[in-house]
């Protein structure tokens, strides 16, 4: 026995049997590693994408747990449909036509988190060498997702309007890209926002190119000033693939997200989601649509938006205090980042383990450029931290980079 085990051992060389595949070249989220920093004992961390956990609507995600077991017994705890839980599915045709633009339920298609709706894009749209053209800082999310199915990218520039237009149509012509991916509200990293004119240039471009635009959606509803804007899909509504997420609106743990595209595309994406895990955790879409009904959801939406918004003007605040006045940040209407940038030549990479030193940690803004480049920059996040932590934080943050971070 102890020698058959010793064989069997032998014999499972894992890296030999995985080394040609994507899952082996693939570099781990530098994002991911960096953030272990903010596990440090004493660290203020304003390095995660995170909703703040105290906010949780614990209690009445308790009562909605028990409902659905009393009133879907059986259909809650069973396998469901690839496309969704109808009840679930119903529900968010109905939310996404009253607040964005009209859809049925045949446009609504249930996800395990947005993530799984790139994952999904990607499987159906990217083969190796594929184009995708975004912005430059992208969601580093996206970028792994493509990554997998051999993505090349041409990410153009942004400024306080959002993703710069000027050379879109140029690059169409040069990369015939199959995707644009874009994150028009509050982006991640970059907390910028589109601006309606370059909204509307930016559908009418792709529909004259027939490229599919996917606007990835997941802050649309965190806006604490200024006008919503119209969504890309509800000016393209057959050119564009909209995702949405609840996890920055209730949970990112119950993983329930949702593609809202033209029905025929939801038929290819149902094929796809089959091989990936037959549906979306049937429990959770019930317990959400249990949550959501009679005005709950939004009732705690407004709630995390007032203490967000707080969040934010403290992080602005602070920022005007204790930073540098050579350095620069976004002063976003909504989501959950500001964005600095440091002088030219200074590496908020490097800077990271004086900040650390300092009790202090943010994401170097690297990572989210596709094409490399950005190494002056940095994502700061403010719903995960109180305000008084806010406070604190920048001060130490300020310290070291009037320290570090001269012209
Ligand atoms: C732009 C963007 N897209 C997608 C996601 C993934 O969200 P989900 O938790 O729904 O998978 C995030 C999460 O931070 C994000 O910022």
Redesign the pocket.
């Known amino acids: 026995m102890k020698t058959l085990e010793a064989d069997v051992k032998k014999a499972f060389d894992w890296t030999r049997w995985a080394k040609s595949g994507p899952a082996v070249e693939l570099e781990i989220s530098i994002i991911r590693e960096m953030l272990k920093v903010s596990l440090f004992p004493g660290v203020i961390s304003f390095g995660g994408?995170l909703p703040a956990s105290e906010l949780f609507p614990t209690e009445e995600l308790a009562q909605a747990c028990l409902g659905v077991l009393k009133e879907h017994p059986a259909d809650s705890l069973q396998y469901s449909l690839s496309m969704g839980v109808p009840l679930m599915r119903e529900y968010l045709a109905a939310r996404v036509s009253r607040n964005d633009h009209p859809v049925t339920v045949d446009n609504v298609f249930v996800t395990g988190?947005?993530?799984?709706g790139?994952d999904l894009i990607g499987r159906l749209f990217l083969e190796k060498g594929s184009y995708v053209i975004m912005e430059s800082p992208t969601?580093v999310?996206?970028l792994q997702a493509f990554n997998f199915y051999g993505a090349k990218y041409c990410a153009l520039p942004m400024d306080e309007e959002g993703l710069v237009i000027d050379r879109l149509e140029e690059n169409i012509k040069k990369y015939s890209p199959r995707l644009i991916y874009v994150?028009p509200n509050f982006?991640?990293p970059s907390g910028r926002t589109l601006s309606y004119r370059r909204r509307i240039a930016l559908v009418e471009i792709a529909a004259r190119y027939n490229v599919p635009v996917v606007e990835?959606n997941?802050?649309v509803e965190l806006r604490y000033s200024g006008q919503t804007l119209p969504s890309l899909a509800s000016m393209a509504p057959d050119g564009v693939i909209q995702?949405g997420?609840f996890?920055k609106l209730i949970s990112?743990g119950l993983?329930i997200?949702w593609i809202c595209a033209p029905p025929e595309i939801n038929k290819f994406f149902e094929k796809v989601k089959q091989a990936v895990d037959l549906h979306t955790n049937t429990f959770c879409q019930y317990v959400i649509a249990e949550f959501a009904k009679d005005g709950a959801l939004d009732r705690h939406i407004e709630k995390i938006k007032q203490a967000y918004a707080h969040r934010r003007d403290v992080m602005l605040s602070a920022l005007q205090e204790n930073f540098p006045s050579h350095i620069t940040w976004t002063k976003p209407e909504g989501g959950l980042f500001i964005w600095a940038t440091l002088p030219e030549g200074v590496s908020a990479l490097k800077l990271l383990p004086e900040a650390v030193k300092e009790k202090v940690s943010y994401i170097p803004g690297g990572p989210f450029f596709a094409e490399g480049g950005g190494e002056n920059t940095m994502r700061m996040n403010f719903s995960n931290a109180s305000p008084e932590n806010i406070v604190e934080g920048m001060r130490r943050l300020g310290r070291v980079l009037h320290e570090h971070a001269k012209i």
């Open positions: 994408g988190g947005s993530q799984q790139l969601y999310g996206a994150v982006q991640n990835d997941p802050y995702l997420t996890s990112p993983r997200g």
